[in-house]
């Protein structure tokens, strides 16, 4: 059994912080950095998010997708046929996301702190996901248990078209976008949102 090690990090597209002791009423999840939010136009948030209407005030997306790397090596372990076999290492996880706000709510701090408040809920289940969930669900994936962990014997062209490409990534981005989605749904319904959403319309009219 070979040992698999997983490394993960979270990367942001604006990396300006928010000077946070100008917000007291932000609330910040522990772990997460607090990153200036991307202005963006109504119209710009409404293609950002074309399933939702109204376009919403807030909005974490993943700009760059679960990205897999393997760090380790393979021994070849035969010739006729050609045979490789994983000997350990790390499978690298790296995602970057970008948070953005309807520019027209930035300058209104209370509206500011409500929102970014929501948005970086999401942000911390996007590090939960990468650092915590996928390095306890992607050993259960048959094919990174099978090759991965318990090290069974991996033809050539499974090799050089599955393992030394991106197809790996392909088949395990599906757990990330899964979980993403369900954890996205959770925070966005409900009436903890239902309350968020009308906390927004009230200091709309300030704006």
Known sequence: MADLRFTASVHYENEIMVPISYYPGLLVPPGVPVYEPITVSFARMSQ???DKFPAPAGLTVATRDLSVKLQGFWKQTGTAPVMWQWQGGAMRLD???AVYM???YRPVEK???L???HELMHVQDDIDIVSQYLPQELPKDPLVKKYLIDQAPVDDPMHRNFFCTDKLQQNLREIWAGERNVRGHQRDSGALYERYKLNVAKLLPRI
């Open 48 to 50: 950002l998010a074309p």
């Open 95 to 97: 995602v970057t996301v």
């Open 102 to 104: 309807i520019d027209k």
């Open 111 to 113: 509206l500011f702190e």
């Open 115 to 117: 929102i970014l408040s």
